[in-house]
């Protein structure tokens, strides 16, 4: 398994400025992925980041508001850009346990985000 | 198009007695099946998973689920609770199309077990 740490573990943030969250992995992984866990729901799919290309969104989710860097096999960061209350949420990132599609993902502690 | 329902908000049971939380899925092909829980406060830890095989999966801390193709279960089930696995449990169902890494999860469920 791989050991996931988040930075910060939760904030409090005013309307309209940006949070930048950082996920580091214990060892090399090839696929890296977000997620929103909004209060009271399940989790969903932010995007999925690659080292060395553009992160793959998913529907509802675009570059502007969630920009991703992933510079390396073992760190990525998510920004949460121009927030709103409404991006009140804990963020989670998972990793792939290995290069199969069976694989189960590991995730992070997550990160307590509020939005004043 | 890969989807999972968990009916009930809340599992309420007596410590000792047998736990179950539900949980359907919805997938295009073959279905890989996973169960995860979160304690509060914390990150999403992974219970068990289903691939092929043997349908009666076991897992973590006692856990067990067993996979029914016809009803599109998978079912978790602990045969003694104890009080410590009042948690938040979450279902997640991936297709096993090819190339497809994401993972669908259901809402959970707030499993509280009663002294």
């Known amino acids: 398994s791989a050991v996931i740490s988040q930075k910060p573990s939760r904030d409090i943030c005013q309307r309209g400025t940006s949070l930048t969250i950082q996920c580091q992995v214990d060892?090399?992984?090839?696929?890296m992925f977000w997620y929103r866990q909004q209060p009271g729901q399940s989790l969903t799919l932010i995007a999925t980041?690659?080292?060395?290309?553009?992160?793959?969104?998913e529907s509802g989710f675009v570059i502007d508001k969630f920009p991703i860097s992933r510079p390396n096999l073992t760190f990525s960061t998510l920004t949460v850009s121009n927030m709103s209350p409404e991006d009140s949420s804990i963020y989670l990132c998972?990793?792939?346990?290995?290069?199969?599609?069976?694989?189960?993902?590991?995730f992070g502690p997550g990160t307590r985000l509020t939005v004043l | 198009a890969q989807s999972v329902a968990q009916p009930e908000d809340q599992v309420n049971v007596a410590e000792g007695n047998p736990l179950t939380v539900k949980c359907t899925y919805s997938?295009?092909?073959?279905?890989?099946l996973f169960w995860y829980v979160q304690y509060p406060n914390r990150g999403l830890q992974f219970l068990l998973k289903?691939?092929?095989?043997?349908?009666l999966v076991k897992g973590s801390y006692g856990f067990e689920a067993e996979f029914n193709k016809s009803q599109t279960s998978f079912h978790l089930k602990k045969p003694s609770a104890l009080v410590s696995d009042s948690a938040l449990y979450f279902c997640?169902?991936?297709?096993?199309?090819?190339?497809?890494?994401?993972?669908?999860f259901g809402k959970g469920n707030q499993v509280v077990v009663i002294p």
């Open positions: 289903y691939i092929t095989g043997d349908n």
């Open positions: 980041a690659n080292q060395g290309s553009e992160a793959t969104y």
């Open positions: 997640a169902v991936r297709d096993r199309e090819y190339g497809n890494n994401r993972l669908a």
């Open positions: 060892s090399q992984v090839t696929m």
């Open positions: 998972s990793v792939e346990g290995g290069h199969s599609s069976y694989n189960e993902q590991f």
């Open positions: 997938v295009s092909g073959n279905p890989y």
